[in-house]
């Protein structure tokens, strides 16, 4: 199986960022978002940059292929 990491059409709430992460892991995009904020907060906000970067960096997620 050829997984990449991007941008989900699907779970997204602003970018799509956390949405794409979590079909990548396989895990639930709700506890992605709770993980990123805390450590969003923890980190004085640095996670914001490193936000906007994956959101630059990550390709968008094409519908399904036939």
């Known amino acids: 199986?050829?997984?990449?990491?991007?941008?989900?059409?699907?779970?997204c709430m602003l970018g799509g960022v956390c949405g794409g992460?979590?079909?990548?892991?396989?895990?639930?995009?709700t506890l992605?978002?709770?993980i990123y904020v805390l450590l969003t907060?923890?980190?004085a906000f640095s996670g914001t940059l490193v936000y906007?970067?994956?959101w630059i960096i990550m390709?968008?997620?094409i519908g399904p292929t036939p």
């Open 41 to 43: 907060v923890c980190t």
């Open 59 to 61: 390709p968008k997620e």
């Open 21 to 29: 992460l979590a079909d990548y892991f396989e895990l639930d995009p």
């Open 1 to 11: 199986m050829n997984k990449r990491i991007q941008r989900s059409s699907t779970n």
């Open 32 to 34: 992605v978002r709770v």
């Open 52 to 54: 906007i970067l994956l």
